[in-house]
């Protein structure tokens, strides 16, 4: 089967939800191409309290998740908490604009993160609802794929309104409401449950924490894994503002992010079909490969053209892992317990984050830029020679 047959095989709910996360995806990334710059420049925040928030806003996304996801295996229902999570996302984007102080930003991207903890898990098992497990790596790399496009266009309108409207960064983030509404009313149009879920919606049983005892270890070892890819990985902020540091003027920043998410778009399909028929683990050692020379090239950057080829490795790193990780999850937790099974993956991820963002914000205030991506290549490495341990039952080797 060719890739254009495989990509018209899957199922028109993958579609939709992909197009979802491409305008949410346009509108977030708008607002986060330049918040880093709105936070510490206008708003007088320092880089470790960037860290700090941007850490605690993943971690509230992941702990929501776990929630969300076991809610939606109780009620056996996934669009509601998928139209609540972007609705909130949406509603938050005025608020970027009329911010007066950091408390405001601070709560808008509290909410803002409640809000895609309450659509992450149940999209997630949305998607392996709907697809065949033969097609569920390309499935979620298409979706990964157009939230990549999205995580593109959102920087690049970036760059063209603070050219237009001369750096007024205010302005410019009131564009970013448009794409937001968008994707809300996509949702309620176009997406839909699955037959066996409307065919079956009686509740079941109220989550328990003995359900935990069903997941199998080839779960759990993928929660681990996620976790050292995460502490690995810190906030993308910190891509932007060592994009500040490095010879681009203040309307050209966001460009980092383009080409980081142009490597991703490009890349998350591809990777998410080829991982449908070779072994998982050799696309994540290649991801973590791409992981180190990224922070080594932005730990060792002067100018703006290693940057943006640290930005394009990150963004490979990012094609070749995220999506595989949501599939291996996908597969390896029982079909009842898929919300659940995504919502403890990135509540254990988002934790990871925390830490991660935190530390990469102490080490670049107490000892620059250089430290805090030289310390993410040190637990890229970390986490390469644990994954190159041999492992018993095999886990990844499918």
Same mark, same amino acid.
Do not use: C, Q
């Given at each position: 089967m060719t890739p254009t047959v495989r990509l018209r095989a899957l199922p028109t709910g993958v579609w939709a939800?992909?197009?979802?996360?491409?305008?949410?995806?346009?509108?977030?990334?708008?607002?986060?191409?330049? %918040?880093?710059?709105?936070?510490?420049?206008m708003l007088g925040a320092s880089v470790a309290l960037v860290g700090i928030i941007e850490g605690i806003a993943e971690a509230t996304a992941a702990i929501t998740k776990l929630f969300s996801g076991a809610l939606s295996d109780f009620v056996r229902r996934r669009k509601f908490l998928l139209v609540l999570g972007y609705s909130l996302a949406a509603f938050t984007k005025p608020v970027f604009p009329l911010a007066g102080s950091i408390g405001w930003i601070m709560a808008a991207r509290f909410v803002d993160r409640i809000g895609k903890g309450i659509r992450g898990a149940?999209?997630?098992?949305?998607v392996a609802d709907i697809t065949p497990p033969e097609q569920r790596g390309a499935a979620y790399g298409l979706r990964q794929s157009l939230d990549s496009v999205g995580a593109f266009i959102g920087p690049l309108l970036a760059i063209l309104l603070m050219l237009l409207f001369e750096n007024e960064i205010r302005k410019v983030l009131w564009i970013a409401v448009i794409p937001a509404f968008i994707t809300v009313a996509l949702l309620?149009?176009?997406?839909?449950?699955?037959?066996?879920?409307?065919?079956?919606?009686?509740?079941?049983?109220?989550?328990?924490?003995?359900?935990? @005892?069903?997941?199998? @270890?080839?779960? !759990?070892?993928?929660?681990?894994?996620?976790?050292?890819?995460?502490?690995?990985?810190?906030?993308?902020?910190?891509?932007? %503002?060592?994009?500040?540091?490095?010879?681009f003027e203040l309307a050209w920043v966001p460009a980092v992010m383009i080409v980081m998410n142009v490597v991703y778009a490009l890349g998350a399909y591809p990777a998410g079909a080829l991982s449908d028929r070779m072994s998982s683990r050799t696309l994540l050692v290649v991801g973590l490969l791409c992981l180190v020379l990224a922070d080594v090239l932005l730990a060792l950057t002067s100018g703006v053209a290693v940057t943006l080829a640290g930005a394009a490795c990150w963004g490979l790193h990012m094609a070749l892992t995220q999506g595989l990780l949501a599939k291996l999850v996908a597969d390896r937790a029982p079909a009842d317990l898929r919300g659940s099974a995504f919502g403890i993956f990135n509540l254990v991820s988002g934790v990871a984050l925390l830490l991660a963002s935190g530390l990469a914000g !102490?080490? !670049?205030?107490?000892?620059?830029?250089?430290?805090?991506f030289s310390a993410g290549a040190l637990f890229a490495l970390l986490t390469l020679g644990g994954l190159l341990v041999p492992v018993r039952n095999r886990t990844l080797s499918d």
């Open positions: 939800l992909g197009f979802a996360s491409l305008f949410m995806d346009m509108s977030s990334e708008l607002v986060h191409a330049l %918040l880093p710059l709105y936070m510490v420049g149940p999209r997630d098992a949305l309620v149009i176009f997406v839909r449950e699955p037959e066996s879920a409307a065919a079956h919606n009686t509740p079941r049983a109220p989550l328990h924490w003995r359900d935990a @005892k069903r997941l199998p @270890k080839a779960f !759990w070892y993928v929660i681990g894994l996620g976790a050292f890819f995460t502490l690995a990985r810190f906030s993308e902020a910190f891509l932007v %503002l060592r994009a500040s540091e490095t010879g !102490w080490l !670049w205030s107490s000892f620059g830029a250089a430290a805090t």
